[in-house]
């Protein structure tokens, strides 16, 4: 009769950033038994954390750290192994080149504090809106968003690290018809999507974690790729809500190509339908 894997034998993994895609991966880690780490910039959230097992901590990530922040981010990294570093760039005026800032303190305190490995989260944003396959080292600076954020990956790209870039982000609680619902005129109607669902982020992310993989930068997206057309107004559909009209004449788009992570971790998506993947959100 195979034993539980006991918590000891397992690496001590800290989320930073318990929103939408962090809470539940947490939550997913402790059930592994993993024992996690969680980081909030809610006080309130504080009490959800600690009442589903998750060792909580107040942190406000800034350009220029306050000293609580920093200190708070010193003991959050004692005896951690492993970082899952989950927070996304802001989308306001001055965001975009604040987030290498805001991450080069995270990479400091980790290297501090002997982070043996870091697994962030970041995005396929980064890869030019070409009608073609992107592959992981297609990736390059389109616009200055992307090139902050390829700055922030690079803080992490090493031996010991992992990047993962998810696609476009879908599921409960985040629901595409609420995307383009009502618009119109809306250009590429014929590019693909791009979508991963949250349950795959999630398998995804404890099966590199699971494997070790290490030192890698992986593409995580479903194998679907429908027309923006086709999937906008399926999702919108599906919500009672206005679908999008798309101007014609329009092409262009990438496609993501998840096969490397796909072969690497042999994860089985569960949701590689992304039309299908909408009675799921």
């Known amino acids: 009769m195979t034993q539980p894997v006991s918590s000891a034998s397992l690496l001590t993994v800290a989320v930073l950033g318990c929103g939408w895609l962090g809470l539940p991966l947490a939550q997913a880690l402790m059930a592994a038994g993993y024992p996690v780490r969680g980081t909030t910039t809610t006080p309130s959230q504080l009490l959800t954390l600690r009442d589903i097992g998750i060792q909580p901590f107040l942190l406000r990530l800034a350009p220029t750290l306050l000293t609580t922040d920093a200190d708070t ?37 980790a290297a501090e504090a002997g982070v043996a490995h870091v697994l962030l989260v970041s995005s396929t944003g980064v890869y030019p809106d070409e009608a073609r396959p992107m592959h992981e080292d297609d990736a390059q600076a389109s616009t200055e968003a992307d090139s902050h954020l390829l ?47 949250l349950q795959d982020c999630i398998g995804l992310l404890l099966k590199v974690l699971e494997l070790e993989l290490w030192g890698l930068t992986l593409n995580g997206c479903a194998a679907s790729h429908p027309s923006r057309r086709t999937f906008f107004t399926a999702a919108a559909t599906q919500l009672g809500l206005e679908p999008p009209t798309f101007a014609e004449g329009t092409s262009g788009g990438k496609q993501v190509d998840s096969s490397v992570i796909r072969q690497l971790t042999q994860y089985q998506f569960r949701h590689d339908d992304v039309v299908a993947a909408l009675s799921y959100c």
């Open 151 to 197: 700055r922030a990956e690079a803080l992490f790209q090493g031996p010991t690290n992992t990047v993962v870039r998810m696609a476009g982000l879908m599921g409960p609680g985040r629901q595409p018809g609420r995307f383009l619902a009502g618009r119109t005129g809306v250009a590429h109607g014929e590019a693909p999507v791009n979508m991963v669902h």
């Open 73 to 109: 981010l010193r003991v959050l990294l004692q005896g951690v192994e492993v970082l899952l570093l989950n927070v996304p760039p802001g989308r306001g005026p001055g965001q975009p080149e604040a987030y290498p800032v805001m991450l080069s303190h995270v990479a400091e305190a």
